[in-house]
């Protein structure tokens, strides 16, 4: 998928534990997103960046926090796990401003019990 | 603001068959529109891309066109096969607080039968 992996592929947590997704691109683009699909719910971009050591929040942040501190790749973190974050997790690239289109991710798929 | 509509599925068809997905949008400005498809188990992929009004995507067989005056890009193909059943996103990138983001419609689930 364009050159975006994620790791892992799949996760089963319990409630309270943590832990961190990983986005890794080879396509030298600028902006970075993670999204989760819900059933019934499309996608909803939980955080994204515009650049290495920039994030910001989209529309479902609560209870994930990112980091991008290499152009290349893109965390996502989950502190304290619950079961409504239970879900398939994409990661995204794009150009930006110099290409609109976003490439993703073959998707994590995280359990939490 | 940005928003868009697509119809709801699920959408089931015969091997062969005509296909429209119906896709509105509403926005601010002047969006790029996209057409994703989301196989089975797998992340989405682009599908089809138009930039400006009366601009026509096309890919696999695929086309939508860009309608300004009726702010739509319904997705078509004249004879659809069992392997064109998926998930297809209709999507538009607008600047959202000073960031290029894509605003998705809730996706439509076709299947084709044999």
């Known amino acids: 998928n364009a050159g975006v992996t994620q790791t892992p592929k799949f996760r089963v947590l319990k409630t309270g534990q943590s832990m961190t997704l990983l986005c890794a691109q080879d396509?030298?683009?600028?902006?970075m997103y993670w999204y989760r699909q819900d059933p019934g719910m499309g996608l909803r971009l939980i955080h994204y960046s515009v650049g290495e050591g920039t994030t910001a929040k989209g529309e479902v942040p609560d209870g994930y926090n990112v980091s991008r501190l290499k152009k290349q790749n893109f965390l996502l973190g989950l502190e304290s796990a619950a079961p409504s974050q239970t879900s398939v997790y994409f990661c995204?690239?794009?150009?930006?401003?110099?290409?609109?289109?976003?490439?993703f991710g073959p998707g994590t798929r995280l359990t939490v019990t | 603001g940005n928003s868009v509509t697509q119809m709801e599925g699920p959408v089931t068809l015969s091997e062969e068959a005509f296909l429209t997905i119906n896709c509105t949008y509403t926005a601010t400005g002047y969006p790029s529109l996209f057409w994703y498809v989301q196989y089975p188990g797998e992340g989405l992929q682009l599908l089809l891309k138009a930039t400006k009004a009366d601009d026509k995507g096309s890919n696999k067989g695929f086309e939508a066109t860009y309608r300004k005056e009726t702010t739509s890009f319904h997705l078509e193909k004249g004879s659809v096969q069992v392997s064109d059943s998926a998930v297809y996103f209709c999507?538009?990138?607008?600047?959202?607080?000073?960031?290029?983001?894509?605003?998705f419609g809730q996706g439509t689930r076709l299947t084709i039968n044999p």
């Open positions: 995204a690239i794009s150009g930006g401003l110099v290409s609109y289109e976003q490439y």
């Open positions: 999507a538009l990138s607008a600047l959202i607080q000073g960031a290029q983001k894509l605003v």
């Open positions: 396509m030298n683009h600028e902006y």
